[in-house]
T-cell receptor, first 114, second 113 residues
Framework: AAGVIQSPRHLIKEKRETATLKCYPIPRHDTVYWYQQGPGQDPQFLIS???????DKGSIPDRFSAQQFSDYHSELNMSSLELGDSALYFC?????????????FGPGTRLTVT | AQSVTQLGSHVSVSEGALVLLRCNYS??????LFWYVQYPNQGLQLLLK??????LVKGINGFEAEFKKSETSFHLTKPSAHMSDAAEYFC???????????FGAGTILRVKS
């Protein structure tokens, strides 16, 4: 079965640089979520999109932005990177209109800021 | 605000012993509850979910969880631990489908041979 795809899997950037993370949800899923998991921490919700419209926003810094495109893939753009942005970034997708409703997670993108 | 508490950041059991991972939620309205497992350097895999259809939920790999409203708990159990169960387990909640997940801090399960 198709799963959530994230690219790249690993990314190394320097402080003040910009990073773009991509997420390809499971086909037909209508909702995409982004989570950030710091070292030794639980995942924290950043932002979600339902049918390409932002549906909820969590503790996402103003330096971050995200969008969902017409083909349903989503991108998380991170500017002016800081050391504290080093984390595992997960994308998840779900089908909220007719189920199954649970969120399926991708393998994550590990971002290291040096 | 909704929160999820996992008691015990580390749990160690012997192979073949009972696994019990604790999860409590704080909400005036019982949320949807989930258990996810994360192996090192991997994503989150759904073990099971509670959706109000049944209080005892069976999941993959022999895990099950029981929803107890009176105790606001959703503890995860497995009768007999296997070495391959060693991983980090997260309890998570959402108020409704389509909403963000709120995660507990996670419990690292160690299985001793």
């Amino acid at each position: 079965a198709a799963g959530v795809i994230q690219s790249p899997r690993h990314l190394i950037k320097e402080k003040r640089e910009t990073a773009t993370l991509k997420c390809y949800p499971i086909p037909r899923h209508d909702t995409v979520y982004w989570y950030q998991q710091g070292p030794g921490q639980d995942p924290q919700f950043l932002i979600s999109f339902y049918e390409k419209m932002q549906s909820d926003k969590g503790s996402i810094p103003d330096r971050f932005s995200a969008q969902q495109f017409s083909d349903y893939h989503s991108e998380l753009n991170m500017s002016s990177l800081e050391l504290g942005d080093s984390a595992l970034y997960f994308c998840a997708s779900s089908l909220t209109t007719s189920g199954p409703y649970e969120q399926y997670f991708g393998p994550g993108t590990r971002l290291t800021v040096t | 605000a909704q929160s999820v508490t996992q008691l015990g950041s580390h749990v160690s059991v012997s192979e073949g012993a009972l696994v019990l991972l604790r999860c409590n939620y704080s909400s005036s309205v019982p949320p949807y509850l989930f258990w996810y497992v994360q192996y090192p350097n991997q994503g989150l895999q759904l073990l099971l979910k509670y959706t109000s259809a049944a209080t005892l939920v069976k999941g993959i790999n022999g895990f099950e969880a029981e929803f107890k409203k009176s105790e606001t708990s959703f503890h995860l159990t497995k009768p007999s631990a296997h070495m391959s169960d060693a991983a980090e387990y997260f309890c998570a909640a959402s108020m409704e489908y389509g909403n963000k997940l709120v995660f507990g801090a996670g419990t690292i399960l160690r299985v001793k041979s």
